[in-house]
C-alpha cells in the first residue's frame, strides 16, 4: 500500500511554515494519541503515520529532500533515514516519535525550550555565593575577591579522567548516543545511560588522582566587580567559574548574591536615601544652617528657614545613591527633628518663661492654637 503524502497526513500545504507544521502536528498527536483511543489499531497506525511525517518535515535537510524525491529519499537505497534513530526502535517506536520526544514537541515551548536544549550531561553544577556589601560600597562599586570552595579540572590528565593521555572509547551500552530507549506499552522511554551517565563515552583507564572523573576538590580565587548602584538582592553572574564539569564538559555557573547592609544614618529606597536631623529648638525658630553627611563621604549646608517644624523634609537633588548602569543619581532627603531643650539652667527656665508669657496672645505656635480650639469646641459641643 503506498504511504500517503506527509503534507496531506498532516493537513497543511507545502510551503507551510515550521510553526504550522508544529501546531498541525500537536493537534492531531493529541487526537490520535493511542491513550486516547486504547484498542484502536487504526488510531495507532494514525498516530504512527503523523509521527513519522513530522519527524521529516521539521527536519530542513530531510524535508528538502522529501519535496524532491518523495518518499523514495527514505527507503533503502535513499538517504537512510530510520524512524529507530540509533536508539535501537521497536515495535512501538511510533517513527521515531517516543514519548519523551512526543512530550518535547507539545509542550516543550511551555517548559523553557525543551528537554534538548537543557541536557548537556556532565555539565559541572553551578555555585551559589551571598557576598554583604556596606551602602557606601553599593554606591561606590567595589572591585574585591572572593574565596569559593568548588571542584576544578584535574591538572594530572587536564581534566579528561584518562590516564597517560589515552582517549575515551565510545559507550557499548548506548553506542556512544549516551541515551537509551526502553519500550513500555505503546511508549518509547528515554532516558541517560546507566553505563557512561549520559556521556557516550566510556574510559579504559582512569586517572588516579581524579579517580576518572577529569576534576579535583579545590578552593580558588575569583576577583569580582561589583558595578555602582546595585540593591539588596542584585545577582551577579560569574560564566563558567562554577564546578568544573564532569570529564571536560562545560562548567557551570558561579553566581554572587549581594546583601546591602543596613546604615546607621541613612535609609534607601530605591535610588533615593532619607536621613533624619536633629535641630536644635533654637535654630529652627530663628533659622541658620546645618552640614549633614553625604553617601559619598562629604559634606553638604542645609539652610533651615524660620520656624521650621518637625517633620519638615528638604531635598538635595542628585546627592542621593548612584543608579545601576546609569550616569544619573537619585536624590536625598533630610527630614527635621526639632530637639526640645533638657537639663536647663535656671536662667535658661526664665528665659522660656518670659518667652512664653510675651506670646500670650500672638500667632507664634499656630498648630497648637488651632489644636486647642477645636478641642474647646469639642467640648462645648459634648455639654450642650
Known sequence: MAKKDFYELLGVAKGASAEDLKKSYRKLAMQWHPDKNPGDKAAEQKFKDISEAYEILKDDQKRAAYDRFGHAAFEQGGAGFRPGGGGGGGAHDFGGAGFADIFDEMFGDFMGGGRRASAQPGRGQDLRYNMDVTLEEAHKGLNTSVRVPSSVPCEACK??????????????TCNGH??????QGFFTIERPCPTCHGMGK???DPCKPCAGSG?????????????????????????????????GSAAGDLY????????????????????????????AALGGQIEVPTIDGNRAK???PTGTQTGH??????????ILKSPAR????????????????????DLLKEFDKEGAGQDTSPESTGFFSKVKELWDDLKE
Open 178 to 183: 549516551g541515551k537509551v530507549r526502553a519500550t
Open 302 to 304: 542645609v539652610t533651615i
Open 159 to 172: 581534566g579528561s579522567g584518562s590516564a597517560g593521555g589515552n582517549q575515551p572509547t565510545a559507550c557499548a
Open 215 to 247: 576534576r579535583v576538590r579545590k578552593e580558588k580565587t575569583l576577583s569580582v566587580n561589583i558595578p555602582p548602584g546595585v540593591e539588596d538582592g542584585t545577582r551577579i553572574r560569574l560564566a563558567g567559574e562554577g564546578e568544573a564539569g564532569l570529564r
Open 330 to 349: 537619585g536624590d536625598m532627603f533630610i527630614q527635621a527633628m526639632v530637639e526640645t531643650p533638657v537639663k536647663m539652667t535656671k536662667k535658661q527656665q
Open 313 to 322: 523634609q528638604f531635598r538635595l537633588k542628585s546627592k542621593g545613591m548612584a
Open 202 to 204: 566510556v574510559i579504559s
Open 256 to 283: 554572587i548574591f549581594l546583601s546591602v547592609k543596613p546604615h546607621r544614618f541613612f535609609q534607601r529606597d530605591g535610588a533615593n536615601i532619607y536621613c533624619r536631623v536633629p535641630i536644635p529648638m533654637t535654630t
